[in-house]
Structure formats: structure tokens, C-alpha cells
């Protein structure tokens, strides 16, 4: 087993950074931090797996009938999804054709000027890390990558719509910020995710696409409430309550599920084995990276002898991931 092993950030170029010297610890300066800690107090409730639901008597009667409202939904089976935006659709069968190519997709992306400037704001952000703006939509597919073009769809047309309204404007950047870095994060882990590149980009993208779907309806209940938004604290009380459930909702509403995994399993004797795991599995060990990476992202020191993964690797990818989120 890996021993506790604390990293802390930093986005120094490597050749700017002096050799360790044998037998001692190499010391890098706290860079300043992307998320604020208000941001990353928002998103570790989000992620904390060890928090029981606070329970409704302690939230307001708004908050309560927001929560219940939810909870009565997801009872009745009547917890609807939203519809997934044309364009993902339209590029979701695009997928599927082996001889499609970037003039295809920009058919589909010019239908809607809004998501066409979020795509080149995404080509031609950090996160990609291309030395050269583009304004031309072919390109900007060409550098986003197919696969990647319709996970990306997905998040930012969610996002449109809760930016839309006037509630929870922070909360949707903070968790868009944090699926992006997760994204690069598992980009860079793909061969011990067992995954291409482009795959793991998305899975790390859309790994808690349900915070975007509770903050769309918490912005939607607030508006038609006399306009007073709920607390975070409802938010994550659904989250804890219904979150997994609405995750499975998505995924068969959007055709993202029922994957099984191959991941690596280290054993005690520190050989490696290949073992099969359902999306449960893989989700647990992606929340343990997503942790990691929204401490990291507060400036934070942060484990990283992460389960199932190589330490050094984590902490590698880390560092990539919030240099560029750092970057933008």
C-alpha cells in the first residue's frame, strides 16, 4: 500500500524547478489558489461520501419543500430529466457513423450561435493547451476531438439554461470549473483508467453531471417561489438524498450508461491484476480524484496515494489539471 503522500500545487514550469537533492523533500511555493474557499466548501459537501442527510426538520420550510418535492418525484417515478440538447443528439448519431468528419459536426454546432461561441472559447482555452487562438468552428472541433465534442455539448447547453435564470450563477462556474480540470485530470490517467484518452476525458467530465441537473431545478423552484433561491444546504441535501438515483436517471435518458470498466487492483503485495468493475465502482474511485483535485484547485495540500491508482501519477495529473485551469 502506498503511503500518505501530501502534495501541494504548483504550475512552475519544470525546467524552472532546481533538482531534488538526495534524501531530502523538494519544496514548491503555494500558488494562488483557482477556486476561492467558498467554492471549494460547495463542492467537497457536494462530494463528501461520508456526510449523512442533515434531515429535513433542520432546513427551512422553503428549503424542506424543495428537498421533498424531489424526493416525492424520484418516489413517483415522475423525476423528469431534461431533454438532451438537439446538437448532443444530432452528434450522438454522428458518432455512429464511421466516415463522419468535422464539416458534419459544424452543420449541426452553426444551428446554435450560443453553443458555437462556447466551443471556441473552450478550443481555445487552457484546458487544451493549443499555443494559437482559433475562430474557425472546423478547427475548434478538430481540437476538441469528436468523442469529446459530445460530452462537452451536454455540460454546456445545462449550463446555458441555468445561466438563463438568476439563481445560482457561482455555483454553475464552480462545478463547470471543476468538471473541466476532472475531465483533463482522467485525460491524463487513461491508461490506468484502462481507457483512450478522449474516453476518459468524457467519464471525468460527466462524472457528477447531476449537480448541473439539481442546480437547474433548484434555479427553476426559486424562480417560480417568489424568487427566493433556496439554500445550498437543499441543494446538497438533495445531492446526498437523490444524487446516485438522478445520475441513474441521466444515464439511461441520455444513453450513457450500463459501461463496465476495466480497472487495475492493487494488491498488498503491490502486484497489479486486471478485474472487472461496474460504473458504481469506478465512481467511487473517480470521487476519490475529484477530492483530491478540488483541494488542489483551493491552493490546498492534497493526498495523493488515491486507491487503484499510482501516486505518483495522481499527483502528476493533478498538477497538469490545475496548471491549466490556473492558465486560462
Known sequence: MYRSTYRTVSTIPAAEVTANIPGEEQVIDQPEPVLTSEAVSFLQ??????????????LTSRDRTFVSNNIRRMNQNNFEIPMLPHAAICIQ?????????????IDVIKEDPTLSVELLRVANSSFLGFAYPTLDLQQAITRIGFTQLHGL??????????LQGAFFQNEVEWVMEMSLSMAKLCQHLAPELEMKPEEA????????????????????FSAENDRIAVSREAITETIRLLGNSIHELIAKSWGFGNTEWTRLVTKTDGERNLEVSNAVELSNRLDKLQRALVSALGGNKYITDTAGFDARNVGDAIDAAVASSASK
Not at 463528501?48 to 442533515?54: I, N, S, T, V, Y
Not at 455539448?153 to 441555468?162: C, E, K, N, P, Q
Request: hydrophobic fraction near 50%; proline fraction near 4%; glycine fraction near 4%.
Open 45 to 58: 459537501a457536494l462530494l463528501d461520501d461520508k456526510a449523512l442527510p442533515l434531515g429535513l426538520q433542520s
Open 153 to 162: 455539448v451536454t455540460m454546456l447547453a445545462l449550463r446555458s439554461r441555468i
Open 201 to 220: 476525458f468524457t467519464v471525468g467530465l460527466l462524472n457528477h453531471i447531476e449537480y448541473l441537473v439539481v442546480l437547474s431545478e433548484a434555479s427553476q
Open 93 to 105: 448519431q454522428l458518432l455512429s457513423d464511421p466516415k463522419v468528419q468535422a464539416a458534419d459536426f
